[in-house]
């Protein structure tokens, strides 16, 4: 009893599409089965957070209000500052220049009382013999640069 027959090429491609479709078919069932899944658990977590969305769903609107009202106050406060820099650039200017100018009369002022002091101790030096004599001209230096500062501050 032998069978002889032949399979056509036809014949062939039908039973490799069959196979191919039942693969397909196998995956499409598993992927499914994955996906309901990942549905349920979706499910449970909707359902567990379901007074949590509900709550922030009822707060929305006052959020917005809160951030329409920051938005108006950031508003207000940048005009405010954008008023108020060129003034206070301004009185830094002027403070600095006041700063610069005190500065400088008073380093003029140490020079005066420098040149005081040094003649006075070129002629202590030169003229001095005695210990008595060189504080009597250190008395007299005090009083110039007391002077001076009393001047400066005034």
Request: proline share 1%.
């Amino acid at each position: 009893m032998a069978i002889d027959s032949a399979i056509t090429v036809r014949d062939l491609f039908v039973i490799l599409l069959s196979l191919v479709g039942i693969g397909v078919g196998i995956f499409l069932i598993m992927v499914l089965k994955n996906l309901a899944d990942v549905l349920k658990n979706v499910k449970i977590l909707i359902e567990q957070n379901q007074g949590n969305v509900e709550e922030v769903f009822n707060q929305l609107p006052e959020i917005m209000e809160n951030v329409n009202n920051i938005t108006e106050d950031v508003e207000y406060a940048l005009d405010d500052v954008s008023e108020s820099v060129p003034i206070i650039v301004r009185d830094v200017e002027g403070i600095t220049t006041t700063a610069r100018v005190t500065v400088e009369k008073a380093g003029e002022t140490i020079n005066i009382v420098e040149e005081g002091v040094k003649g006075t101790v070129e002629t202590v030096k030169s003229n001095s013999t005695n210990i008595a004599t060189y504080i009597k001209l250190l008395s007299e230096v005090l009083k110039v640069v007391l002077g001076k500062l009393q001047k400066s501050k005034a």
